[in-house]
């Protein structure tokens, strides 16, 4: 394990009153949209602590937006092409101030998240470092070094095994972490039920 890169970090959100319909049968809008928040400003404040360049979200909520303006993020307009494209963009507009630096990819539901496994994250060995989903499906995180800060994006389900292919396929050596702190999100009921109950003890 190598000492901490320094990164470029995008972290896409929905729209609040959008995010995590999901959760529906527990939450109603209202909750779901101030979890959403929540998350965000959580995440935020535990990015920040990392040795970064360039710190964004994107997404097309002003809402959004301004959560990311208060806690020193960069807001960067989702442009409605789906979330890969709007990566893409993400990852054109920090180029503009170099390509040195590798580029990290967060979302926003990992409720486990710490600024330590954050750190060890950044500091693991490999071209390409994915944080998997606790079902092996997903991408909790993406580090994308060197050469392969321009790998293809592919978020969405099945990513997991997407982006280990198209890594090995280039050529870059992949790294996958599986920390709990890392694999658990909140994506379905029960995954709110786990956490809530483990919160609440």
Request: proline share 5%.
């Amino acid at each position: 394990m190598h000492r901490p890169r320094l990164v470029d970090i995008l972290i896409p959100c929905k729209p609040f009153v959008d995010g995590k319909r999901r959760l529906s049968p527990v939450l109603s809008a209202p909750q779901r949209e101030e979890l959403c928040r929540a998350m965000l400003a959580r995440t935020l404040d535990i990015v920040r602590a990392l040795d970064h360049r360039q710190l964004a979200v994107i997404s097309d909520d002003p809402d959004v937006q301004a959560v990311a303006l208060r806690h020193g993020a960069t807001a960067i307009t989702d442009e409605g092409h789906g979330l890969n494209a709007a990566l893409n963009e993400g990852r054109a507009r920090f180029r503009q101030k170099g390509n040195d630096t590798s580029l990290l990819v967060l979302p926003i539901d990992l409720p486990d998240l710490d600024r330590d496994v954050l750190r060890m994250a950044v500091a693991a060995d490999g071209d390409v470092v994915i944080a998997c989903d606790g079902r092996e499906d997903g991408t909790n995180l993406l580090l994308l070094s060197g050469a392969a800060r321009d790998l293809a994006f592919s978020f969405g389900p099945g990513s997991y095994q997407r982006h280990c292919a198209a890594a090995r396929v280039a050529g870059f050596a992949v790294t996958t972490l599986r920390d709990p702190r890392l694999s658990f999100d909140i994506d379905q009921p029960q995954d709110y039920a786990v956490w809530t109950a483990r919160i609440s003890n």
